[in-house]
C-alpha cells in the first residue's frame, strides 16, 4: 500500500510539474530594422518595441547626400498572427506578421510584406 501510494504521489507531482504553462515572453521586444536603398536614396526604418506595450518607429531618409529623421511613438498589442499598433489621436491599424529566428515579417498594407532584422 505504501508503495502504491508513493507512486501515485510521484506521478501527481509530475503532472502538477509539467502541467503549469510557462508565461510566454514578448517575442517583439527589442530594435528591428529594414533598410531599403534605390537610385535615388536610402531609406532606414527602426521598430523599438518595449516591455511596457510601448513602440517607437523611427525613419531616416537620405536623398542626395542629405538625411531627415523622423520619430513616432505608438502602442501596441499582439495576437498569434496579428499585430495593432495605435498613434495617439489617430485609429488602430492591425497587420499580419510572423517572427522566425531574428526576422520579423509585417504584412503592410498595401506595400505587400516587408522584413525588419532584429538588431
Known sequence: M????????????ILLLTSCEKKEDNPFIGSWENSETTAYGSVV???????????????????NNQTTTTSTD????????????????EPEETTDYMISGNSLVLSLGGMGLTTFTKI
Open 2 to 13: 505504501k508503495k502504491l501510494l508513493s507512486f501515485l504521489t510521484t506521478i501527481a507531482l
Open 45 to 63: 526604418v527602426t521598430l523599438t518595441f518595449r516591455a511596457d506595450m510601448t513602440m517607437t518607429m523611427s525613419m531616416a531618409v537620405t536623398v
Open 74 to 89: 505608438y502602442t501596441y498589442s499582439y495576437s498569434d498572427t496579428q499585430l495593432t499598433v495605435k498613434e495617439t489621436g
